[in-house]
């Protein structure tokens, strides 16, 4: 059992955006394509840099587990005559290496069970390995040698071993070996003499093939340079793990650029040494500083000539940004509105000034249904300033910076701090202001009503306006800052707006199925999800009810009232009449029923209105008691029509009190 096994795939630059996945599925192939083999193992590490693949597993079995096949023959008619094995019957048994002895006759066939010994864990390894390798999946493949074959960049090499010896296979035209290659300075072929050495042989040749430890030499380095010159450095962790991805040997490099681009806004430079350099700012006392720390991929040495280049980049880069901020600043922010105009939100959509005038419409909805009229003057003119930053040159050259620009801007032209700040703050995944939450909620409502009525509906993974990803901030910011919207109403004043006829069913379908996305993504449970999901239109409330549904379900009270609500909703579901008359109830379960209906409705329904779900799911309990007694004593599906309807009617009403709470049919009992 203490097998060690070894597979690294050498390859040509891998793209940092595939490398997460390939990890990923990796994870997961590798334990499910060795337990269809029938292999165990303790463990299993993947590793993965810029120019390797690698996966290791430790305490291999030795052999395959033995199974039992149990295999299906003719049917017993057709296998015996008169008592004697037939033709038919012989030839199942010799093509299966069975006897009569072991034939067994189930559901009117022929049986036999066939014990299958494992093999050797040397003879299925190999086979395995390619299926790990052939399975894996990535967004853009490539293909080689005349397009015969595919994966994610052309294969170099490959390692395969089985403890000391080479496993032999294989794969796209390259046959397994001991070998691999060092990192390219040394640019060495180094023999693999077992497994267990990999991670340290590697190290010895400049490769950090761990990506933890990758992770962690570059941290280190940063902290040594702040100790050494007295600096604070931006650890921005998503520049830190692009590093990573990059870099087999992260080695950091200080370089200086021109003081006198400190004039600049702060976000200009940290941007520019971020995006164009993959480097870090620094800081001193709170202030940036004109020092950056930057990453190469080889070992330290004299690196003077490469810093030099370094800082060339990033001068010129200043230089352009100062002479674009310069030629912006002669213009206040509002006036890149009129250039708006000519750039094209969408082809047919219009331009990005009719997004805005639309925006603006939205935002002006969103005020008066909320009622905060006292932030409209604000809401109106961020609205107005919204996309104004797209249409300047620093963000044409640096379009990272939208939003942040257009809070630059905004200030320096004395534009109220609220408003600047809701320009930048649009863009959030999770806005920090209500005033940037709103204008982005109505932008993004915009996009994704303009998007799916000209057929631009998410499908699969393919989603390339992030309509997905905008549907559920415009759910978070309802919720974070308790807007209690129709969000059908203000779906169909887009609609309007964009005087766009398209099924609206699909607009309807896809923010339902986001509503439900989001409260997984909040933790709900999925069978609660599924019971507010009917609410997504008032987002707000669908949320509080999730909230106090969960609360609730810890009861066992509340489980029998679920069950209550159960008998109500399934005899009404195809029942769409909420009609009835009191006076032809006849049974005295159904006139208390009616009786404590009556009185705790209108209870029910200001609890809903005063966003109060627990206190609105305490009255509903109330009904509990009534509704057993109801079932137990009135049958409602009765042979006289009129009667029938009426108390199909009357339940009705009840299924529809309860559902606005929630679909309690959807609960898993809890015990």
Request: glycine share 4%; charged share 30%; aromatic share 10%.
């Amino acid at each position: 059992m203490n097998n060690w096994v070894l597979l690294e795939l050498g390859v040509e630059e891998l793209p940092a955006s595939e490398m997460d996945s390939i990890k990923e599925q990796l994870q997961v192939l590798v334990p499910n394509l060795f337990s269809e083999a029938r292999i165990s193992f303790g463990s299993c590490e993947v590793f993965i840099t810029n120019r390797r693949i690698a996966v290791r597993l430790q305490n291999v079995s030795d052999r395959q587990e033995d199974v039992v096949l149990e295999k299906r023959g003719p049917s017993e008619r057709v296998a015996f005559s008169d008592g004697q094995p037939t033709k038919a019957l012989l030839g199942f048994l010799s093509s299966n290496g069975a006897t009569l002895e072991d034939v067994f006759v189930k559901d009117g066939y022929v049986h036999i069970k066939k014990l299958v010994e494992g093999k050797n864990v040397c003879e299925v390894v190999p086979e395995t390995l390619v299926k790990v390798i052939t399975n894996l999946k990535f967004a853009r493949p490539m293909r080689w040698a005349n397009g015969d074959f595919e994966f994610v960049r052309p294969v170099k090499w490959v390692l395969a071993l089985l403890n000391d010896e080479v496993i032999p296979l294989r794969i796209f035209d390259k046959n397994s070996d001991r070998y691999t290659m060092s990192h390219p300075y040394l640019e060495k072929w180094i023999a693999m003499r077992h497994p267990k050495d990999y991670v340290q042989v590697l190290e010895e040749n400049l490769v950090i093939v761990d990506e933890t430890a990758r992770r962690q030499f570059i941290v280190e380095q940063l902290t040594e340079i702040e100790r050494a010159y007295g600096l604070v450095c931006e650890k921005d962790p998503l520049l830190i793990e692009k590093i990573c991805k990059i870099a087999e040997w992260p080695q950091a490099i200080v370089g200086k650029f021109d003081e006198n681009y400190l004039k600049l806004p702060q976000e200009l430079i940290t941007v520019t040494v971020k995006h164009h350099l993959s480097a870090f700012s620094t800081s001193r006392a709170g202030s940036l500083t004109c020092h950056f720390v930057a990453f190469i991929d080889r070992p330290r040495d004299d690196f003077s000539i490469i810093v030099r280049g370094y800082e060339s980049v990033v001068n010129a880069r200043l230089e352009d940004a100062r002479y674009y901020f310069e030629i912006d600043r002669r213009k206040r922010l509002e006036e890149f509105n009129e250039n708006l105009k000519r750039m094209v939100f969408q082809k047919e959509l219009g331009s990005l000034y009719d997004k805005v005038v639309r925006t603006q419409q939205l935002v002006q909805y969103m005020v008066e249904k909320l009622s905060k009229e006292s932030m409209k003057d604000k809401a109106m003119r961020a609205a107005f300033l919204s996309k104004a930053d797209i249409a300047t040159h620093v963000v044409y050259e640096f379009p990272e910076l939208q939003g942040v620009i257009g809070r630059i801007y905004a200030l320096l032209d004395g534009e109220d701090e609220s408003v600047a700040l809701a320009l930048e703050d649009q863009y959030s995944q999770e806005p920090e202001s209500e005033l940037g939450a709103l204008i982005g909620a109505c932008d993004r409502i915009d996009t994704i009503v303009g998007n799916i009525a000209v057929g631009n509906l998410p499908s699969g993974s393919k989603d390339p306006y992030g309509l997905r990803t905008k549907a559920d901030t415009i759910y978070w910011s309802v919720v974070r800052y308790g807007w209690d919207v129709d969000l059908v109403e203000l779906l169909l004043t887009a609609k309007k707006l964009l005087n766009i006829d398209f099924d609206v069913d699909k607009l309807f379908e896809f923010m339902s199925s986001r509503f439900y996305a989001f409260l997984l993504s909040q933790r709900f449970s999925f069978d609660i999800a599924r019971a507010v999901n009917h609410l997504w239109s008032r987002p707000l409330r669908g949320y509080l009810a999730a909230q106090a549904l969960t609360k609730a379900c810890q009861s066992e009270d509340f489980n029998n009232v679920a069950i209550g609500f159960e008998r109500v909703h399934n005899i009404t579901k195809n029942h769409s009449d909420r009609h009835f008359d009191g006076a032809l109830f006849e049974e005295d379960a159904e006139i208390e029923l009616l009786n404590q209906f009556v009185s705790v409705k209108p209870k029910v329904i200001e609890s809903v209105l005063k966003l109060n779900y627990e206190e609105a799911i305490r009255h509903l309990s109330s009904l509990k008691p009534y509704i057993d007694r109801y079932f137990d004593e009135v049958f409602v599906m009765v042979d006289r029509e009129d009667i029938r309807q009426n108390r199909l009617g009357f339940l009705k009403n009840i299924d529809e009190l309860f559902m606005l709470v929630g679909d309690l049919t959807q609960l898993i009992r809890r015990d």
